[in-house]
């Protein structure tokens, strides 16, 4: 390693070699160091005594390179030469140079002349004076530590930005000014320079002190003395505060969520990564839940894009709060939600968390200035019991979600062998509900109304099936969902309505008979395309009076008075279609929509009436709901009557129509139609708004 050192050009050097502890020898001398002593290599590759030096410049050498040789350690002194002309003072070190060779020991001896200040040319002062004017005007930071670790230099950029009078900094340590914990990291970083004398690189953080976030890139260049040791760390600092904004900016891009502020799915995925790495080093276990909203498109479409985001906002703090420091929560996308919960077996996570975040839903959420329910769907896998790979644990919870969602609603599924045909199931569905239309493979049912004072039929409620060629009879909550996530439900939709008015027509042939036809429309058929014009066209096309059609919507399409669907309503409503909300009384709290809208007829949901006879408060919920009809001047249509004790009780509170299986389960036109003519009861139905407020 001594040749490259040696050969520099740019000092006078000269490796000298002492053998057995006493006789000294020049192994080599560079150019320069033979300019500076004033003789030639020849002339020195013998034993000092014998070289052109003079006594006193050979006695002090020998002596302190045996100083050196005891204990090893570099030396620095001065003396006068006198070379070839002028006498001149040197700075001379001895650097040892460890050597194999045990009966050797080599010394690197540099030598520069000492230039007293006044003796400065012009030019070098000149020089001096444009480094000075460089470093002090330079828009990059720099500064000086000396072997404490104490700052000796600070330029005028230094103290800008440190925001520190150059007073309070000279002197100082950076973890003593400006102080804290990352200037206490920073300093371990230049005294590992001081020590190592390798140059490092360092990126500096910190508050300025209006409070904002800065950022330097700092260079940590060791500084040796005569006696090649570090003697002091310059350190070049320029400010890349802007960068760093832009690069986190990048990052929170790239990993987290625009809407919620969420990591993202391909956080999610690499924390799922780690977590699982960590679990398989220390045989641990890793809980993955997926949480899906349900019906959150019928939201979105209905309230638009500005409140659906609002609902996701509000719903990650609530799913946030569920969570303990270590657990993480991810939005995947749409409305689907991932949660991590590392060591879930140890601490039973797994059977509190998902409860505690259908819980979260509990309460209603508040979009523009309205109360609205949501509920979520949970499917559940663990790691290593479900599998050990991440991309099935992720299918696994997935298909557990959709396991829970065809449940009902507030479902929690955990993963089992054989859910994943599901979402196979699902894919394989969606394609050939696309050509169940052209294979004529839907079909309507239907379930007819009883208006409970006569006891007579005055309708039918139209329920489409899939006569699926292997599947078999399938009812709308295995497609309905999917044909509006895919938009199929339009086309769809068309049918329904096309098939319903043919089949009103055939029942009202006898205009003394009046039997009305209930069309189920979803949310999705109001937007878009203009749904009136549609009605309009089947009607005539079909002959269909819109007296005989009724249509049947959710609470959730006039939860936003989007103006479209006001138009829409009124539209029908004026047109002579009757307009009756269905599931009344499930989701929403807001009722003001009921004075706004053109709304004839309220169907109590059926969960209501299934404990009319035993809940005291279902018993008085539904009271004060056919209150409010009357007073509204509405049709009130109980759903899922299944005993004549509930028929009972609903007649005794003055309900005016029912439907349920008491009466008749959906069923084929034909099928129907039987009933109908054993019920004998195609007499003219009749409306209670008609008669006033049938009190
Ligand atoms: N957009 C469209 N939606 C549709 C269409 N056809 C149906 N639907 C929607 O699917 C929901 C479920 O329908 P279905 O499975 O046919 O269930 C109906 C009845 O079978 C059931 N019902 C009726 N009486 C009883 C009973 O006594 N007990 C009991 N457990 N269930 C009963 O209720 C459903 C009818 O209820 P409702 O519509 O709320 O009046 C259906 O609700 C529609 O939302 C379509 O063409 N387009």
Sequence with gaps: MIAPVFDDKSDARCLLEMTYGTSLRVVSINGVGQTLLGVSQGDLISHLDDA????????????????????????????????????????????????????????????????????????????????????????????????????????????????????????????????????????????????????????????????????????LSPEYDAAGQVSSVLAVGRDISEVDQYRRRVHVLANYDAVTGLPNREMFYSRLRQEIATAREAHGSVGLIILDFDHFKVINDSLGHVAGDCLLREASERLKHCLQHDEFVARLGGDEFAIILPDCHERDRLGHVPQLLIEAFGEPFELHEREIFVTASIGISRYPQDSRQIDDLIKYADSAMYSAKSRGRSEIAYYEKGLTTGVTERMMLEGELRKALERNELELYFQPKIELVHQIIVGSEALLRWNHPQLGLL???????????????????????????????????????????????????????????????????????????????????????????????????????????????????????????PIHILKIDRSFIERITTDRNCEKLVKAIINLARSLRMTLVAEGVETKAQALFLENLGCHQVQGYLYARPGPKSEIEGSLLNLASWTLGRDYRDEGDGE
């Design 52 to 219: 052109r030096l003079t006594p006193e410049f050979s006695a002090r050498l020998i002596d302190e390179v045996q100083s050196c040789f005891v204990d090893n350690s570099t030396r620095s002194y001065q003396i006068l030469h006198q070379g070839q002309g002028q006498p001149v003072r040197l700075n001379i070190s001895l650097v040892p140079v460890t050597d194999p060779v045990a009966t050797t020991y080599r010394v690197l001896m540099l030598l520069r002349e000492y230039v007293p200040f006044h003796h400065f040319d012009e030019s070098s002062a000149s020089r001096e004076q444009m480094f000075c004017n460089l470093v002090e005007n330079s828009p990059d930071t720099i500064a000086r530590y000396d072997r404490e670790c104490r700052r000796c230099y600070a330029n005028p950029a230094f103290v800008r930005q440190s925001g520190v009078a150059l007073s309070r900094l000279i002197g100082f340590t950076p973890s003593e000014v400006p102080g804290g914990d990352e200037m206490k990291a920073y300093e371990a970083r230049v005294r590992s320079v001081l020590e190592q004398g390798a140059e490092q690189q360092y990126e500096l953080s910190w508050l300025s002190e209006e409070g904002v976030e800065r950022c330097s890139l700092i260079r």
């Design 475 to 597: 009812t709308p909550d295995r497609f309905i969902t999917l044909a509006e996530e895919t938009g199929l439900i339009i086309e769809i939709g068309d049918w329904v309505f096309r098939r319903a008015c043919e089949v009103a027509v055939e029942w009202n042939r006898d205009e003394q008979k009046l039997h009305t036809v209930a069309i189920n429309l979803s949310p999705r058929q109001f937007v878009g395309k203009d749904l009136v014009s549609t009605v309009c066209e089947i009607l005539e096309q079909t002959g269909c009076s819109p007296r005989w059609i009724e249509v049947e919507i959710t609470e959730s399409l006039l939860l936003d008075d989007q103006p479209s669907t006001r138009r829409a309503l009124n539209k029908l409503s004026e047109l002579g279609i009757r307009i009756a909300i269905d599931d009344f009384g499930t989701g929403y709290s807001a009722l003001n929509y009921l004075t706004r809208f």
